[in-house]
T-cell receptor
């Protein structure tokens, strides 16, 4: 069973701080990784895709991938209350479909 | 650009009734997916399709059926609705399996 694991949280950070979200995956064959943000009552929306080892930056977001250690992380710099949401990690999975993690709930405190 | 469109947005069913949740995408994506999400929980894959005429079961297919007669449409059929099927249903699509999935706004379904 291919799995993606995340701490469920909630992760609480003060406004302006760096939020660090982590994800591990079990399938060593996975090549594609994604971070989604889901606000309460809304659908998931894509934040970042990462395919290669190392860091990928997009505005206040940085995704980090380490295939040898099988983990993916998402850093949110200068966290804002509007970043409060559940963050889903996903990887290209077994049998033609994604595997989503259970999500980490982030709360940014004003 | 509409993306992935789901209808209806909300629905209340009685136990034993049937209904079809509609999903259509205008991005010419090959892959389409149906997920359910129970309150406070993660996404569970119900069915997916890799192209017109091809469908396969996901993690929780019991009580549901799908069809894919066109690239654009991927309806989800509930037969004999049960209270355990009360959930939010999301349809998603992607061009390839290793590309990001794009989600519709969801259908909130209550079965009483």
């Amino acid at each position: 069973q291919k799995e993606v694991e995340q701490n469920s949280g909630p992760l609480s950070v003060p406004e302006g701080a760096i939020a660090s979200l982590n994800c591990t995956y079990s399938d060593r064959g996975s090549q594609s990784f994604f971070w989604y943000r889901q606000y309460s009552g809304k659908s998931p929306e894509l934040i970042m895709s990462i395919y290669s080892n190392g860091d990928k930056e997009d505005g206040r977001f940085t995704a980090q991938l380490n295939k040898a250690s099988q983990y993916v992380s998402l850093l949110i710099r200068d966290s804002q209350p509007s970043d409060s949401a559940t963050y889903l990690c996903a990887s290209e999975g077994y049998g033609q479909n994604f595997v989503f993690g259970p999500g980490t709930r982030l709360s940014v405190l004003p | 650009n509409a993306g992935v469109t789901q209808t209806p947005k909300f629905r209340i069913l009685k136990i034993g009734q049937s209904m079809t949740l509609q999903c259509t995408q205008d991005m010419n994506h090959n892959y389409m997916y149906w997920y359910r999400q129970d309150p406070g929980m993660g996404l569970k894959l119900i069915y997916y399709s890799v192209g017109a005429g091809i469908t396969d079961k996901g993690e929780v297919p019991n009580g549901y059926n799908v069809s894919r007669s066109t690239t654009e449409d991927f309806p989800l059929r509930l037969e004999l609705a049960a209270p355990s099927q009360t959930s939010v249903y999301f349809c998603a699509s992607s061009y390839k399996v290793d590309q990001p999935q794009h989600f519709g706004d969801g259908t909130r379904l209550s079965i009483l």
